[in-house]
């Protein structure tokens, strides 16, 4: 075999091993736009399930809470923006309306205290009980929903995947924030004093 041959085969090697690592990268970041994908509709699922439970809740509340309307109100505004964000996959205004409801609730079941037979109701037990279970999975999937967009996003930024990604055009997705009002503690008093 000549020098020539061997250096065309040579070339030839190398140029299949960089073809087979480019599509391994390719695959790569299908994956982890589709784990991105997997995880929005989980929250998705869930989001559309608290959706359709909060206006019973506050039916419920409403036979036993009449001076709480604004709370109320409140709470069924911040539904309609959290649905209207949702739809239009819009992650900032999501969060945003995400954390206004997660703080209604918070006000709404706190107010709950001061009405004995409101908590004593069956259909409130189960709502409150339903719709916190609901909160808890929320919760659980927004992590994993944001890990996946956390390792997306690093990965189409990284040598020599965001020369693949930026040839096939893989974006990076937004991060779903709630806002520091959630973890916040619940002023009781001034729920009852305002």
Known sequence: MSTGSIFWIVIGLV??????YGIQIYNRLVSLKHNVSKAWSNID????QRHD???KLVEVCKQYMGYEQETLQKVMEARSQVAQAREGGNMPALGAAESRLRLGLGNLFA????YPDLK???????LQDRISALENSIADRREYYNES?????????????VIIAS??????FELLEFSD??????????????
Do not use: C, Y
């Open 45 to 48: 699922v869930l989001l559309k």
């Open 167 to 172: 040839k096939f055009g893989f974006g990076p």
């Open 181 to 194: 009002e959630e973890t916040a503690d619940v002023n009781v008093g001034r729920l009852f004093n305002g």
């Open 120 to 126: 004593a109701d069956t259909t409130f037990q189960h």
């Open 15 to 20: 140029l299949v091993v960089v073809l087979v």
């Open 111 to 114: 107010l709950a205290e001061a």
């Open 53 to 55: 439970e909060l206006p």
């Open 149 to 161: 967009v956390n390792l997306n996003n690093i990965r189409i930024e990284q040598f020599p995947d």
